[in-house]
């Protein structure tokens, strides 16, 4: 059975949109890394929740909508994430459900890997 594709678009740091067709059921860092978008030193750790350069900025609305809540080492990652913000969380921990068709997310302006502390 052929996975249903919806549409993320991340704006970088620089502030380009980008616009990719992503597989329900993979992660915003699948979607990424997939479409070869061009995010310096996004996902560094592959989604191990070590790094938190997957670091990702949810509208409010969508925010609400996410289906699961952080995990507390999800939590404890975001905490080392630059410019974190009340509706941040970590694009290897966010699954693409259908209802995200078109959603749009931001990366922050810098990355901090947690790794290198
Ligand atoms: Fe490293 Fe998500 S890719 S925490």
Known sequence: LQKKMI???????DGDSMKVNAKVGDTFL???INNDVDLEGFGACEGTLSCSTCH???KQEDFDKLPDKPSDEEMDMLDLAYGLCDTSRLGCQITLTESMDGIVVTVPAQVADARNR
């Open 7 to 13: 549409s993320v678009t991340f704006i970088s740091r």
């Open 30 to 32: 699948d979607a990424a």
């Open 56 to 58: 990702i900025i949810f």
